[in-house]
């Protein structure tokens, strides 16, 4: 393959990656949550750990928000150990366990290419 069409499938590839974690997030924070509580830092922590991508907080937060808002999640403010501000601590709600498992099953084409 010549250095132009290399290229080509480079920028492919990253454009594709890019459009799938915005679509992959909702589903990370779910798995993420399936067994914790978390705060935001510990849940892109949790991503990243899972698959290596560093996400924005910004891109974080309006999934936080989404997840939150169609009653999957749900948060409670408690203070910070050393500073004692507010953290929002994050858990998943039965609606979310539901949607997560959906979710699972939906994938499951996923690990059947692997074999």
Not at 37 to 46: A, D, Y
Not at 90 to 105: D, F, N, P, R
């Amino acid at each position: 393959m010549d250095e132009a069409s290399q290229e080509l499938v480079d920028e492919q590839v990253y454009n594709w990656v890019e459009m799938h974690k915005k679509s992959a997030l909702s589903f990370l924070v779910l798995l993420c949550l399936e067994k914790n509580t978390l705060w935001s830092k510990e849940i892109e922590e949790c991503i990243h750990h899972r698959t290596g991508w560093n996400i924005t907080e910004r891109g974080l937060y309006r999934v936080l928000h989404r997840l939150q808002k169609q009653g999957s999640i749900e948060f409670m403010a408690t203070p910070a150990v050393r500073t004692g501000a507010e953290r929002k601590m994050y858990t998943i709600t039965a609606e979310g366990s539901a949607l997560l498992e959906a979710m699972k099953q939906s994938l499951r084409y996923i690990c059947e290419l692997r074999q």
